[in-house]
């Protein structure tokens, strides 16, 4: 099993950045890929972007140009840098473990991120 810690959120103004950390514990060695998600009050949980083993991302297209996903294996955590921030980008944004093996994937608790305008 592994646990996920999230922090980083916080409020900022509309064109600023913030840093979401991610820290893994517990079974890390099972971890396949790791991501960010993100979601706000009535809507679905929507993806951010996605990062492997091998540190290939993928990123969700309104993302793309202006978050960036990176891991720091050796501190077992994850990190999402986003730039250019937007009021619509407001939501609690959660990190997850998918695992090399089938089972659920886990989450952290969630951070709140608010941008105003």
């Known amino acids: 099993q592994v646990q996920l810690v999230e922090s980083g959120g916080g409020l900022v103004q509309a064109g600023g950045s913030l840093r979401l950390s991610c820290a893994a514990s517990g079974s890390i060695f099972s971890i396949d890929a790791m991501g960010w998600y993100r979601q706000t009050p009535g809507k679905e949980r929507e993806l951010v972007a996605t990062i492997g083993s091998g540190e290939n991302a993928y990123y969700a297209n309104s993302m793309k140009g202006r978050f960036t996903i990176s891991r720091n294996n050796a501190k077992n955590t994850v990190y999402l840098q986003m730039n250019s921030l937007k009021p619509e980008d407001t939501a609690v944004y959660y990190c997850?473990?998918?695992?090399?093996?089938?089972?659920?994937?886990?989450w952290g608790q969630g951070t709140l991120v608010t941008v105003s305008s």
């Open positions: 997850s473990a998918r695992y090399k093996y089938p089972r659920p994937d886990t």
